[in-house]
């Protein structure tokens, strides 16, 4: 069975500073990539995905990510965070057959102004 | 606002007792699917319906129960509540099933179990 690991459970940067969240998933064969964020209070939104072709994906509010097959990774990435990006990321699989999204702990975002 | 939505947005019961969250998904999504989130295991799957029909299900509790209803609304039944099934619900829906389905989230139930 696929898992998804998130290192960073607590980030705090300063505005204007750049972003990176890791995302590392286990699972031998061909996955879907999915980054959801949680702003406080609300539901899961998505940010990006990757199924295939071009590994740089970029997503909604400036936010990209990387697919590494080699790594086995999907980094989170944002050149300048705004303090409204202060939410919960969670990084996210499915595999074909297995259409559940396997969700990662989370990374708690705190963007100080 | 995903159009999907769910009934209610807080529910406070106690143990024993028995409950039911709604949810309905958009327009059109045949798939609807349900997660757990707590403290200590994240957010988990419990179930996925596609168009009536059971079609895989998760960490889900003999105690917990779910059907998708010929309108596409799902409700997730949970009985015997414990203190430890106090957690937000959400589910979740797409246009139809698989693996490169995106999932549009609700706004989650919130239980608390006292």
């Known amino acids: 069975a696929q898992s998804v690991s998130q290192h960073n459970h607590h980030v705090i940067l300063s505005e204007a500073a750049s972003l990176e969240l890791g995302c590392n998933y286990s699972?031998?064969?061909?996955?879907?990539l999915f980054w959801y964020v949680q702003y406080p209070g609300q539901h899961l939104q998505l940010l990006l995905k990757?199924?295939?072709?071009?590994?740089l994906v970029k997503g909604i509010k400036g936010f990209e990510a990387e697919f590494i097959k080699s790594k086995f990774s999907f980094n989170l990435r944002k050149p300048s965070v705004q303090w409204s990006d202060t939410a919960e990321y969670f990084c996210?699989?499915?595999?074909?057959?297995?259409?559940?999204?396997?969700f990662g702990t989370g990374t708690r975002l705190t963007i100080i102004p | 606002d995903s159009g999907v939505t769910q009934t209610p947005k807080h529910l406070i019961t106690a143990t024993g007792q028995r409950v039911t969250l709604r949810c309905s998904p958009r327009?059109?999504?045949?798939?609807v699917y349900w997660y757990q989130q707590s403290l200590d295991q994240g957010l988990q799957f419990l179930i996925q319906?596609?168009?009536?029909?059971?079609?895989a299900k998760g960490n889900i509790l003999e105690r917990f129960s779910a059907q998708q209803f010929p309108d596409l609304h799902s409700e997730l039944n949970l009985s015997s509540l414990e203190l430890g099934d106090s957690a937000l619900y959400f589910c979740?829906?797409?246009?139809?099933?698989?693996?490169?389905?995106?999932?549009?989230f609700g706004p989650g139930t919130r239980l608390l179990v006292l």
């Open positions: 319906y596609y168009n009536g029909e059971e079609r």
């Open positions: 990757y199924f295939s072709g071009d590994p």
């Open positions: 996210a699989v499915t595999t074909f057959g297995n259409e559940k999204l396997t």
């Open positions: 979740a829906s797409s246009v139809l099933a698989g693996a490169q389905e995106t999932q549009y």
């Open positions: 699972y031998g064969g061909t996955v879907n």
């Open positions: 327009s059109g999504d045949l798939s």
